[in-house]
């Protein structure tokens, strides 16, 4: 659609009538000459008829054309297009979402809502979680809202809010994370749901063991992100015995913690809290944790290897020797390493740094601090060996396996005598190799407290919701106009051309007309 | 530096290789009139020539061929006139009208060049040849004269035509009173008038005339370009016409042509009719038809 102000137009159409008017008189001023009039008689104008004055010559429409054409170059006319925009709708994928209400989750809600707004229009659907990640909406209502993992990141994302494209937000507006993003970007509409403000939920759950004795100690905090109190009932469970039950009355924004116990022999594989009076968002009224990383790692320890290191080994709280044929987390063998070891490296191998790392069998990077110098066919991955010399570039002291570290401890009795330096080498070396929480285990997981908060909160967009239409897609057409003026005046002059007085007395035209 | 006049296209060479061709132009023009009037009156007395009448004098006759006598009776001067049994005097009469000029220029070049052509071949067959305009203001331009000399002077005369008059219009039935009687015409006009100048053309044929008419047509008597208001060349009147009036003005000028050529067939005139964008060696030829050899 042509698009142009209002004064454009009125402009145009008032330049076009002047030329008009001009041309009505020009014409009347200068009749055509001809040899004998008679000859026309019978063509002659009916009395009372249109008369010649109220016509003007075919020409006045080119040049009417041209000057609304600049005209209208000079206004700004443009080319809209009506055509709607495609539709992104960024979903808010927070875990409020999954609140249930009036026997839906809101993000089953918000869907069913934009399904009908969006009717049959195409729209693609981004969530804040995963905004360059595209659904179409349909899919997503045919799915439903579980597919999904709720995201709980309290950063607002960066969102490719183009022009040309109309921007929906559904959301509750219950995170701090979303009302950020519809306040820093200019949406369209918005879309929300949500009335439940009250939720309890377990938001840490922490365990770790006693440094004296064969016991697991541990904490449940508790928190009440609603705004009005409640009572609720905090169960802890390993395995399928309970460990503590206690009954709460939380005020409101209160957060309480819980101390409790529990021998080592009666953890199971995980340890459970567990809120009874479930609410809104039932996702967070649970809360486990593995209680895997508080066990000792099984250890093996090489025959060859010096009685120093293995009572150091033996003695270190975090490692214990695994019985014969049993499955080992960890190998410490004591011998020469295999080729190339106990030789000058091979071609190939270079000193890295003082700071050795390789990766672990869970992908992370693991670093072995110490006074050696790591030659390896840089950098060190799993499948790789590692051979660690000493700064002075003795024999080799360790080397590294792929997955569960496999030590080889080459350690030369002259160079380093058993003492009091062993327990700090093993330590260093185990520690390494594991996490570093090796000598004080700690198990725990924290929710933050606002992925709890299901309160909706009126937000404040940029773009009042359901008032600002899409931009629509519009391309400038000045210059068209321009070299449209341009082209005609130059038709003009053409046609000029062609009418000038010929010798002859007449036009050049072939019939003179 | 002067505009080129039209009369310099008339070359005398290519006149005398025309003349060659066209000795019996008379003759020719002659056998397309009424079997008889060949015969022309002549006022003067002379070898070969038959008493006819007494006349008043007028401009341009013979002062040998007044009879006192009949002028001292009469208290005017009256002339002797006689028969001539072949043709000799011929008066050109061209149109300066406006309209020979407006809106197409290059009909009143044609006709001055036909004007001086004709001339030429009558001056060639030994006759008497003089010069006449019958515009608004209807004179004797050159008297008649005959011989190298004449055409000459009717050549000097003709390139001090200032033009074709800018109002007014043609006069044709004025050459009644100003030719003498006798005198053969050669008549160059466009006969725009709306009886196709009839009525004036039967007047003149009266004193038994031979009558040779030579209508100039132009591509612009039926075309007007995109005005609707028309204005007439000779008169300055005003026409407002509707859309499509040209197609009405050539049916009306077709008609007009006609009418003209119906007239002079039944009155046994000479019409020769040619087109102001012909040049004038092709006008003639279409006019007298083929050469003789």
């Given at each position: 659609m042509i698009d142009g102000p209002l004064h454009g137009w009125l402009l145009a159409a008032a330049v076009a009538g002047l030329v008009w008017w001009l041309h009505r008189g020009h014409r009347w001023r200068q009749p055509a000459v001809v040899a004998a009039l008679f000859l026309w008689q019978r063509a002659a104008e009916q009395p009372g008829g249109r008369g010649p004055t109220r016509r003007a010559a075919p020409v006045w429409l080119l040049r009417a054309a041209v000057c609304a054409a600049l005209v209208f170059a000079l206004t700004g006319l443009s080319w809209r297009d009506l055509s709607p925009p495609p539709l992104v709708i960024w979903f808010d994928d927070s875990p409020s979402m999954l609140a249930r209400e009036q026997g839906a989750r809101r993000a089953e809600q918000a869907l069913q809502r934009l399904v009908e707004m969006v009717g049959e229009r195409p729209a693609e659907v981004r969530f804040l979680g995963s905004p360059d990640h595209v659904r179409p909406l349909r899919d997503i209502a045919r799915l439903g809202p579980e597919p999904w993992p709720a995201q709980a990141a309290a950063a607002a994302p960066i969102l490719d809010v183009r022009a040309g494209r109309e921007h929906w937000l559904a959301t509750d507006g219950a995170t701090p994370r979303v009302r950020l993003v519809s306040e820093s970007y200019p949406f369209h509409r918005l879309v929300q749901v949500g009335a439940a403000t009250e939720n309890v939920a377990v938001v840490g759950l922490v365990l770790r063991r006693a440094l004296h004795d064969p016991r697991i100690l541990g904490a449940v905090r508790v928190a009440n992100l609603g705004r009005r109190p409640a009572t609720r009932t905090v169960t802890v469970t390993a395995g399928s015995g309970e460990i503590l039950r206690q009954r709460l009355e939380l005020a409101p924004d209160a957060v309480r913690t819980f101390g409790f116990e529990m021998p080592a022999r009666a953890a199971a594989e995980a340890v459970a809290a567990r809120l009874d009076h479930a609410d809104a968002l039932p996702e967070d009224d649970a809360m486990s944790v593995e209680t895997r990383p508080l066990t000792p790692l099984a250890l093996r320890v090489g025959g060859a290897c010096p009685t120093p290191l293995r009572q150091a080994l033996t003695a270190h709280p975090g490692l214990r020797l695994a019985a014969a044929g049993a499955t080992t987390d960890l190998a410490v063998e004591c011998a020469a390493p295999p080729a190339p070891a106990g030789a000058a490296p091979s071609a190939g191998w270079r000193p890295t740094s003082e700071l050795l790392e390789w990766l672990g069998p869970d992908g992370a990077t693991r670093y072995f601090p110490g006074p050696w110098r790591a030659i390896s066919a840089s950098p060190p991955v799993p499948g790789a060996s590692v051979l660690i010399r000493d700064a002075d570039g003795g024999p080799p002291l360790v080397l590294a396996a792929p997955g569960w570290i496999r030590l080889l401890v080459d350690l030369d009795p002259a160079r380093m005598p058993p003492g009091l330096d062993y327990p700090d080498l093993v330590s260093a070396i185990v520690g390494a190799a594991r996490p570093p929480a090796l000598l004080d285990p700690l198990v725990s997981r924290e929710r933050p407290p606002d992925a709890s908060r299901i309160a909706p909160r009126a937000l404040a967009p940029r773009t009042a919701a359901g008032s600002a239409p899409a931009v629509p897609h519009s391309v400038d057409l000045t210059p068209v106009l321009v070299a449209l003026a341009m082209a005609l005046v130059a038709a003009d002059l053409v046609f000029q051309g062609a009418r000038r007085p010929h010798p002859s007395g007449h036009p050049r035209t072939a019939a003179g007309a | 530096m002067s505009a080129r006049h039209p009369l310099d296209a008339v070359g005398e060479d290519d006149l005398r290789r025309l003349a060659r061709s066209r000795t019996s132009l008379l003759r020719t023009a002659g056998s397309?009139?009424?079997?008889?009037?060949?015969r022309t009156t002549r006022a003067g007395a002379n070898a070969g020539w038959e008493y006819r009448e007494h006349r008043p004098y007028l401009p341009g006759d013979d002062l040998r061929r007044l009879d006192w006598r009949v002028s001292a009776r009469r208290s005017h001067p009256y002339v002797r006139t006689f028969d001539e049994e072949r043709t000799s005097d011929w008066v050109v009469c061209l149109d300066d009208s406006a309209s020979m000029s407006r809106p197409d220029p290059r009909r009143w070049h044609l006709a001055i060049q036909l004007c001086l052509v004709m001339a030429y071949l009558l001056l060639n067959g030994g006759g008497q040849v003089g010069l006449a305009l019958f515009g608004p203001r209807p004179q004797f331009w050159c008297p008649p004269g005959s011989g190298r000399l004449q055409y000459l002077r009717l050549a000097r005369r003709l390139r001090e035509i200032p033009g074709p008059q800018p109002v007014g219009s043609a006069h044709l039935g004025a050459l009644v009173r100003l030719v003498p009687p006798g005198r053969h015409l050669v008549v160059i006009s466009d006969f725009l008038a709306e009886d196709a100048m009839i009525g004036n053309l039967t007047a003149l044929q009266r004193p038994q005339r031979r009558l040779q008419l030579v209508q100039i047509t132009s591509p612009a008597d039926a075309a007007a370009g995109a005005s609707p208001v028309l204005e007439d060349a000779e008169s300055g009147r005003r026409l407002a016409v509707r859309e499509g009036a040209a197609d009405t003005a050539r049916l009306a000028l077709a008609t007009h042509h006609e009418t003209l050529s119906r007239y002079c067939l039944g009155a046994g005139l000479s019409l020769g009719r040619c087109h102001s964008d012909q040049p004038w060696q092709n006008a003639l030829m279409g006019m007298l038809g083929p050469a003789d050899d």
């Open positions: - | 397309r009139t009424r079997a008889g009037s060949a």
